[in-house]
């Protein structure tokens, strides 16, 4: 399903709506094999479908912002998973990468503990058995899924926590990872004095970018995961910080254009 999930993002990343035969054939499976898989997809809140039609529009803010670059998030998961030991409790926070990261240790079977305070990524993962699930009280916030506030990092002050996981929205040379939401800045801020070992997943696009307040503290992180297209000048000021930098490759695809007899023209990403 992890292959064909990849190539499903992919096509939906570039077109507004496709048919259901459509995608079959560009992904190269049968339409049952497909809908088993849509029907996962849509449960998770990723994709939404109508009339034969699968699309992004109406599914929640991360399952489309799941979409994007869901190639690249995967591998960052799949590579942070590997710092994680056997029966640690990890604290993960909201993001589409964060996301990923919980379903990968569910699937990696560790006896791990997720603390967090995303609904999404609690739902995200509730399907499956080898995980165990904290979800963190607080201010509801219904467009990003997740709790904040001081009640949020009250309740984390209950557990001892081995290592956090957060998102961000932008980078900045001068004053390291940014967010955009101030509640959920001064939340993280809260969480990540539980431990003593914080690490950012993104991917590269977000070090072209810039939120509006200072997410986390630079002196406050172990290590960022993201990949090997992040500027030489970002990955050097996060080195001489002490920061250590995992990267995972990117694989190169190019856009085509596939033309089916009565339909509009579909992008999608060929690997070389």
């Known amino acids: 399903m992890k292959d064909r999930a990849v190539r499903i993002m992919g096509v ?7 048919k259901v035969n459509m995608l079959a054939e560009l992904i190269s499976v049968s339409q049952v094999t497909l809908r088993k898989d849509l029907d996962d997809l849509e449960k998770h809140g990723i994709i939404r479908r109508m009339h034969g039609c699968i699309s992004l529009d109406g599914a929640n803010n991360i399952g489309k912002r799941l979409a994007f670059n869901y190639s690249i998030k995967r591998r960052i998961a799949l590579e942070a998973v590997q710092i994680i030991g056997e029966g640690e409790t990890v604290m993960v926070e909201s993001g589409s990468c964060c996301a990923l990261l919980a379903e990968e240790l569910a699937l990696a079977r560790k006896n791990v503990t997720i603390i967090t305070n995303s609904l999404f990524i609690a739902n995200f993962i509730s399907d499956q058995p080898c995980i165990k699930i904290i979800l963190l009280g607080g201010c509801f ?3 990003s899924q997740m709790v904040t506030g001081s009640m949020t990092t009250i309740c984390a002050q209950k557990f001892y926590i081995d290592k956090f996981f957060i998102g961000v929205d932008g980078f900045a040379a001068e004053q390291g990872f940014t967010g955009r939401d101030i509640l959920r800045v001064e939340t993280i801020a809260g969480l990540a004095g539980r431990t003593n070992k914080v690490f950012v997943l993104t991917e590269s696009a977000k070090f072209l970018r810039r939120g509006t307040y200072n997410l ?13 297209k992040i500027p030489k000048a970002a990955e050097t000021v996060l080195i001489n910080k002490n920061i250590i930098v995992h990267k995972v490759p990117v694989v190169e695809e190019k856009l085509r254009w596939r033309r089916m007899p009565g339909y509009p023209p579909i992008l999608y990403k060929e690997r070389e």
């Open 141 to 143: 916030r219904p467009e």
């Open 216 to 228: 986390i503290k630079m002196d406050k992180l172990t290590g960022v995961f993201t990949d090997d």
């Open 12 to 18: 939906l990343a570039n077109n507004k709506s496709i």
